[in-house]
């Protein structure tokens, strides 16, 4: 049932989800919600300026260029459009399709309704000069520049947007909008790597500042203590967390025999456990986890047997994590209550105590991590027995087989 129950989870985790609120996941360049900041604002700034209060009835607004200076993708289409869509509830602009710069695409049905031939009925088909010219035409421009500041970095993204009166040629609006951006260096590769063209800047000023950002951009190496999380590990970490939810390993024991206990420890042992395995999901994260364990070992001659009953606590340190974040080793401590019936001289002596363990889990995110390290028994009748113990956790591998597009 337990296994069941964690190839189920894993196959869950592994699904794409709908985002509630975007908003959530901020990236270091431009998206959806800088865009539509930018667009509420800027026509807030049109609608409220003295240019617009003196406008009576509709004007035809044509879309002229908007042009990306910088090297990320931005759909100024989508940005000019919202635009406008956002000042349309004014009345006070209306937008044209057939003419049309870089921030738009023209309706390509305005010409070639224009050229139908005498198959179509002449009342039905446009005629010469009925187009309606723009009076006025919504330009403007993005630029982005990157500024490293101690061992932060960051983005300032300028949207510049002129309105231009088609007869005179005079600007009658302009308005800017700046998006500022910062980042710890060490985590810039992790939001994307972006390049630092300054458009604004002349072509020497230009060079020299690619060279200053280009060295911004460089990954800095993971600080001994300090957690960084690639999304790859991410995904790792959140498929190992819900395998390892209901858990089961084999473990081997080698117990080390003391003059007050009368028999050796367990050679072999079957564990069931369930609760949170731990592995970090965000920078963060402490990296702790907590499960509750049941154990129950036995000797290969049959002389003895042993149920374990206790809490496992995990320690995932960043210590132990490689470039991109995987944990790859983790340590262990754990505790609880024993019962063991040994069988002495054709008799059974059942022995009730407690016990604690403490070790290494090697290879935390593989396929079957690997536990090693140490027990002591504790028990009233006879003193105290140490032992070895190694065990093998299954349930990742088993969870592999089933999702198998999860790279370990």
């Not at 985002?19 to 700034?45: C, L, P, R």
Request: with cysteine.
């Amino acid at each position: 049932m337990a296994i069941l129950l964690a190839l189920g989870l894993v196959a869950c985790a592994s699904k794409p989800k709908y985002v509630v609120d975007s908003e959530d996941f901020t990236s270091f360049g431009i998206d959806y919600h800088d865009i539509n900041n930018v667009v509420k604002k800027s026509a807030q700034a049109l609608l409220e300026s003295d240019f617009t209060k003196a406008i009576k009835g509709k004007s035809p607004l044509a879309i002229s260029d908007i042009i990306n200076q910088n090297q990320e993708y931005i759909d100024t289409e989508f940005l000019s459009r919202a635009l406008v869509r956002a000042l349309r509830p004014s009345k006070k602009f209306t937008l044209t399709n057939a003419f049309v710069g870089s921030g738009a695409n023209a309706d390509s049905a305005i010409n070639s309704v224009r050229t139908l031939n005498n198959n179509y009925s002449q009342n039905s088909r446009s005629q010469a000069g009925t187009l309606i010219a723009p009076q006025y035409s919504l330009s403007g421009k993005i630029t982005k520049s990157l500024k490293q500041i101690g061992d932060k970095v960051r983005a300032d993204y300028l949207f510049l947007f002129v309105l231009t009166d088609l007869k005179t040629g005079l600007v009658v609006w302009d308005h800017e909008e700046v998006i500022s951006k910062i980042l710890d260096k060490d985590y810039v590769e992790k939001y994307g790597a972006y390049s630092a063209s300054n458009t604004q800047s002349t072509q020497d000023e230009q060079s020299t500042q690619d060279e200053q950002s280009q060295t911004a951009m460089k990954p800095a190496k993971k600080p001994f203590f300090k957690r960084y999380l690639s999304d790859e590990a991410k995904e790792l970490h959140k498929f190992t967390n819900a395998s390892m939810l209901a858990g089961m390993e084999l473990g081997l024991t080698a117990g080390i025999q003391t003059r007050d206990m009368p028999h050796d420890a367990e050679d072999m042992g079957v564990v069931l456990d369930f609760g949170f395995f731990g592995l970090p999901m965000s920078d963060e994260s402490s990296g702790f986890g907590l499960k509750l364990r049941t154990e129950y070992g036995w000797k290969w001659t049959g002389t003895l047997f042993s149920v374990r009953v206790g809490l496992q606590g995990y320690y995932h340190p960043a210590i132990f994590s490689n470039k991109k974040g995987v944990q790859k080793a983790s340590f262990y401590v754990g505790g609880g209550f024993v019962k063991v019936s040994d069988k002495v001289s054709d008799k059974v002596v059942e022995h009730g105590g407690g016990y604690v363990d403490a070790g290494l889990l090697l290879f935390s995110t593989s396929i079957i991590p690997i536990s090693i390290g140490y027990r002591a028994d504790f028990f009233p009748q006879t003193g105290m027995q140490h032992s070895i113990i190694m065990s093998f956790m299954l349930i990742p591998a088993i969870a592999r087989s089933v999702d198998k597009n999860v790279e370990f």
